[in-house]
C-alpha cells in the first residue's frame, strides 16, 4: 500500500524559506512521479511541482518558478519542496501525491486525475 507523508509546514513571515519533505512508502519511488500540490481555503488544489519518473525531469508552475524548487531522493525515499521567498498568497495547505509511470517536464505535469496516492497535507502560512 503506498503512502506519503508530509512534513516541514509552519508560520513563516514573507520573504522567509521552508523546506517540504515528502515520505514515501509502500512503492518502488523510481518508478514513480512525484507531485506537489496546495489548496488554499475557497480555492481548488493546484498543482505547483512535479519530479518525473523519467530522467529526472522537473516541473515548476508560473506561480511559484524561480522560488520553489522540486528534488527527489529515491534512496531516502523522499522527494522535497525548497521554498524560498514566500509570499502571504502561498499560505495554503500542501499535498504530495504519487502516479505511477508519469512523466513531468518543464512544460507540462500531469493532472490532479493522475496522481492515485495522495498524503494527508501539511499546513504552510506566511503572515507576518
Known amino acids: 500500500q503506498v503512502q506519503l507523508a508530509e512534513s516541514g509546514g509552519g508560520l513563516v513571515q514573507p520573504g522567509g524559506s521552508l523546506r517540504l519533505s515528502c515520505e514515501a512508502s509502500g512503492l518502488h519511488l523510481d518508478h514513480y512521479a512525484i507531485g506537489w500540490w496546495r489548496q488554499a481555503p475557497g480555492k481548488e488544489r493546484e498543482g505547483i511541482a512535479c519530479?518525473?519518473?523519467?530522467?529526472?525531469?522537473?516541473f515548476h508552475a508560473n506561480s511559484v518558478k524561480g522560488r520553489f524548487t522540486i528534488s527527489r531522493d529515491n534512496a531516502r525515499h523522499a522527494v522535497y519542496l525548497q521554498m524560498n521567498g514566500l509570499k502571504p498568497e502561498d499560505t495554503a495547505v500542501y499535498y504530495c501525491a504519487a502516479g505511477e509511470a508519469l512523466y513531468c517536464d518543464s512544460e507540462y505535469s500531469p493532472t490532479i486525475a493522475d496522481f492515485g496516492s495522495w498524503g494527508q497535507g501539511t499546513q504552510v502560512t506566511v503572515s507576518s
Open positions: 519530479a518525473s519518473s523519467i530522467r529526472g525531469a522537473t
